[in-house]
């Protein structure tokens, strides 16, 4: 599969017990042995599975697959195509390792009151792009029997409740460090009686996770009524982006699929001619009520804000804030300031970049950090917002509430583009 084909696949939900002890296989046909286990990375917000643990005949060592090398899955087979000069490396079990059989499966679930719900019986995979998610965890009697292949069963216990059978990964909290086949426990973020909220439009939030052209590609796979859930869920720097790049076509579909406050939402954080050019489309009924929707209403600074900058205490080390921004600067929308906060998180201080880096390793952000701060707050409008820009000439601001925390941040180009 080259990667024109790989970027048009479509998005695959799989259970790992469907994968298990399924053949992997060279391609095209030399079979290297059955899948064993997956091993995940955590953070993000979805575990990503990184590696195939595969068993092999004849007592040979278990083989490590990097997940880059699959090609294409289903419930019969794994097909991966690994470079020659590729040398696989042997299993080892090492104790920072995570897999999901091994380490997650049959484990209890907890909720905070300390409570035993249930049990994970089965996880479920999203394959999107070449890469794979952990995106919920399987806990119902559906799950269990699937796992003893007895799938023919499940209608049985089919209570028309489907949301509770699949819990969503937000709820589960970081998995304890110290997990083994034997240890450790899966434990909720919330309690067993508020799961029943979880959203609909789960993958909203795996496309703020991944690359501009992966995006496009998973969000133009989907049908109709799940893409306008999805675009009304995604925070408003990817609504934008997806309104920009996606077909005008497709995008009035999804608009027409949407309810008048729902198409007033999208609209109000899109620059002015881009707005107007989608009201246009709009049967004159939607459009009026459209209009009265936003007429009632400047656009909302927290509407585009972000939350994606690098927040760090006054005690920290410019080698801390190195080592974040080279693991997880493309995550970040504002890399220019660093925001140092109070335990409390309050704004106490902003750094420039450009100072962090002629710092020596060891140098506190409190002895670099400058306290003489310029913030906006929920209740500027993006005018105030403009003024402030031109006035400081910075790249971005920090937005603080009432009381000083930092709840976001605003980019002078988000400013420009809803301004023009």
């Known amino acids: 599969m080259n990667d024109r084909e790989k970027n048009q696949a479509p998005n695959e939900f799989f259970f790992i017990s469907e994968l298990l002890d399924d053949k992997v296989i060279q391609q095209p046909k030399t079979v290297i042995g059955r899948l064993k286990d997956l091993e995940i990375k955590l953070g993000g917000l979805y575990p990503e599975v990184i590696n195939l643990i595969v068993t ?8 490590t697959i990097p997940f880059q090398y699959v090609r294409s899955l289903d419930k019969r087979r794994t097909l991966v195509d690994i470079p020659q000069e590729i040398r696989l490396k042997e299993f080892k079990n090492e104790p920072e390792r995570i897999l999901i059989k091994d380490m997650i499966l049959d484990k209890r679930i907890i909720d905070t009151d300390e409570y035993e719900v249930e049990v994970v019986y089965d996880i479920h995979l999203l394959h999107t792009e070449g890469r794979m998610f952990v995106v919920h965890v399987d806990v119902s009697k ?10 023919w069963l499940t209608r049985m216990f089919h209570n028309g409740n489907k949301e509770l059978e699949l819990l969503h990964w937000r709820y589960v909290q970081a998995l304890p460090s110290d997990i083994s086949r034997f240890k450790g426990d899966v434990k909720l973020n919330v309690s067993w009686d508020k799961i029943g909220d979880i959203h609909p439009a789960d993958l909203a939030d795996i496309l703020e996770e991944l690359s501009g052209e992966e995006r496009m590609s998973v969000f133009n796979s989907l049908d109709t009524e799940t ?3 999805t675009l009304e869920e995604t925070e408003p720097r990817v609504q934008r982006q997806l309104v920009a790049t996606v077909r005008r076509e497709r995008i009035i579909e999804l608009l027409n699929a949407m309810s008048p406050a729902q198409i007033a939402d999208i609209l109000e954080i899109l620059p002015r001619h881009e707005a107007e050019a989608l009201k246009g489309s709009l049967s004159p009924e939607v459009g009026a009520k459209v209009n009265e929707l936003l007429s009632q209403h400047e656009i909302r600074l927290t509407s585009i804000a972000t939350n994606k900058y690098l927040a760090l205490p006054e005690t920290a080390t410019v080698n801390d804030v190195l080592t974040k921004f080279r693991d997880k600067s493309q995550r970040y929308d504002i890399v220019m300031y660093v925001y140092v906060t109070t335990p409390d998180g309050n704004l106490k201080g902003v750094i420039d970049i450009r100072e962090v880096i002629q710092a020596g390793p060891e140098e506190t952000l409190s002895n670099l950090m400058t306290e003489q701060i310029v913030a906006l707050t929920p209740d500027d409008t993006t005018a105030d917002a403009a003024r402030e820009f031109a006035k400081y000439d910075f790249q971005s601001l920090p937005m603080v509430d009432n009381a000083g925390k930092l709840i976001g941040a605003i980019r002078h180009k988000d400013i420009l583009a809803v301004e023009e």
Do not use: H, Y
């Open 56 to 63: 092999r005949s004849f007592g040979r060592p278990a083989l």
């Open 142 to 151: 559906v799950g269990m029997l699937r796992r003893l292949n007895l799938g």
């Open 227 to 229: 893409a306008a859930d």
